[in-house]
Antibody, heavy 124, light 113 residues
Framework: EVQLLESGGGLVQPGGSLRLSCAAS????????MSWVRQAPGKGLEWVSA????????YYADFVKGRFTISRDNSKNTLYLQMKSLRAEDTAVYYC?????????????????WGQGTLVTVSS | DIVMTQSPDSLAVSLGERATISCKSS????????????LAWYQQKPGQPPKLLIY???TREYGVPDRFSASGSGTDFTLTISSLQAEDVAVYYC?????????FGQGTKLEIK
């Protein structure tokens, strides 16, 4: 059974940093691209970042470029999102999502499994 | 970036009746490598993560009831629930995965009339 378990969310002040983790199990982690997708309170889904199965290729939404860094440790079956210079508008539930292919393009951006999400609140 | 637009924003349908949601993309999402449309539909119930229902525009995910169907090509797509059940109350999102960044529609809230 595929499981994705996010952690690391919490309350942080504007300008602060936070690192999210997503522990994956139930599939061969290195064979699939992974993404972070967020959802602000009461709002829709917004893709944030993606990484290929090998970790060689990374992609970011314009609104997080230069502030967020996606990475993965295939030996630990874990996906990460390092967030810095956080803003109030980054407040959201952050979901870890498994792609359906090893590369990010096309099927790699099709999300067949999602974690339960971790809430990030940026407020003073 | 590709823009996905769903209609309507909300929809109220009687139990047992048909529900139809439209999704339009600002450009074609037809993937030339396999001649399939990179279009997915997700269902999100309150307090839960999204659940994949449909991919490649019309392929039902394993375990999804056959009252859910989808069609379309190029830039125009439709999700249909043939006979609405109480457990179908949710927000439905379309998503294109043709491009990076991928894009989601704004969501359609489906309720019981």
């Amino acid at each position: 059974e595929v499981q994705l378990l996010e952690s690391g969310g919490g309350l942080v002040q504007p300008g602060g940093s936070l690192r999210l983790s997503c522990a994956a199990s139930g599939f061969t982690f290195t064979n699939y691209a992974m993404s972070w997708v967020r959802q602000a309170p009461g709002k829709g889904l917004e893709w944030v970042s993606a990484i290929s199965g090998s970790g060689d290729s990374t992609y970011y939404a314009d609104f997080v470029k230069g502030r967020f860094t996606i990475s993965r440790d295939n030996s630990k079956n874990t996906l990460y999102l390092q967030m810095k210079s956080l803003r109030a508008e980054d407040t959201a539930v952050y979901y870890c999502a498994k792609g359906a292919a090893v590369v990010v393009v096309a099927a790699g951006g099709l999300f067949d499994y999602w974690g339960q999400g971790t809430l990030v609140t940026v407020s003073s | 970036d590709i823009v996905m637009t769903q209609s309507p924003d909300s929809l109220a349908v009687s139990l047992g009746e048909r529900a139809t949601i439209s999704c339009k993309s600002s450009q074609s999402v037809l993937y030339s490598s396999n001649n399939k449309n990179c279009l997915a539909w997700y269902q999100q119930k309150p307090g839960q993560p999204p659940k994949l229902l449909i991919y490649w525009a019309s392929t039902r995910e394993y375990g999804v009831p056959d009252r859910f169907s989808a069609s379309g090509s190029g830039t125009d797509f439709t999700l249909t629930i043939s006979s609405l059940q109480a457990e179908d109350v949710a927000v439905y999102y379309c998503q294109e995965y043709y491009s990076t960044p991928c894009s989601f529609g704004q969501g359609t809230k489906l309720e019981i009339k």
